[in-house]
């Protein structure tokens, strides 16, 4: 899945450059590493988002004139793929996803 991350962030309008295959091995990189760190697993929202940010929003070019963040697209296209997230306080940055289809890399 997160190789359909990587494929979307190409094809999004508003990122002038999308990121790379090695931006989709950074990603399940990060996503191990972090549920590691966190005592959890790479299904986890919080873990995906999270990991897709750190190593694709720094890969990614938007626009000239666009109004959004790198960040902010990245976010909306792991939701796209992975389902959205509602807040959760005990879990990082995302919480639950609020579809009920399968969240692994």
Not at 11 to 22: A, E, I, K, N, Y
Not at 45 to 59: E, I, K, N
């Amino acid at each position: 899945m997160s190789v359909e991350v990587v494929r979307r962030t190409r094809q999004h309008p508003d990122l002038r450059v999308g990121s790379s295959v090695r931006g989709a091995v950074d990603f399940a990189k990060v996503a191990v590493s972090l549920a590691e760190l966190r005592e959890s697993t790479v299904d986890q929202p919080s873990v995906g988002v999270d990991a897709a940010l750190v190593a694709l929003s720094g890969r990614v070019r938007v626009r000239e004139g666009g109004v959004r963040t790198s960040e902010e697209i990245v976010t909306e296209i792991w939701q796209d793929v992975f389902g959205r997230v509602e807040g959760d306080p005990g879990e990082g940055k995302a919480g639950a996803p609020t579809n009920r289809g399968t969240t692994s890399l």
